[in-house]
């Protein structure tokens, strides 16, 4: 699968911003989608995910209540909506896809994810 991000940018604290993951190159096969993000010094970290049915979603601790996970299955894109942003949650953030038959699950490690995006930068600051 071919996986592009969109929407990062810089911000001030407590502005929103839209990131989009746009998906190609799959058929029906199911999929988990999970957004993940990577500061300067730091590892990897899990954001959010979202399973193949939908129904399991999954937060990051600290994005709870600012952050949501959608999709749009007509436009095989996902989508991390971003609101009160802090500095805190300056990184590269990537979208990453799970080929599964585990229909109702996601995961917030990056195994068992096999396909990447190249990443968008977000920036919080005045």
């Known amino acids: 699968l071919q996986l592009v991000e969109s929407g990062g940018g810089l911000v001030q604290p407590g502005g929103s911003l839209r990131l989009a993951c746009e998906i190609s190159g799959f058929s029906r096969d199911p999929i988990a989608v999970g957004w993940f993000r990577q500061a300067p010094g730091k590892e990897r970290e899990g954001v959010a995910c979202i399973s193949f049915t939908g129904h399991n979603i999954q937060y990051l601790d600290s994005v709870k209540d600012r952050f949501t996970i959608s999709r749009d299955n007509a436009k095989n894109t996902y989508y991390l909506q971003m609101n009160g942003l802090k500095p805190e949650d300056t990184a590269l953030y990537y979208c990453?896809?799970?080929?599964?038959?585990?229909?109702?699950?996601?995961?917030?490690?990056?195994?068992?994810?096999?396909?990447w995006g190249q990443g968008t930068q977000v920036t919080v600051s005045l």
């Open positions: 990453a896809s799970e080929l599964t038959s585990a229909q109702a699950k996601c995961e917030m490690t990056a195994p068992p994810y096999d396909d």
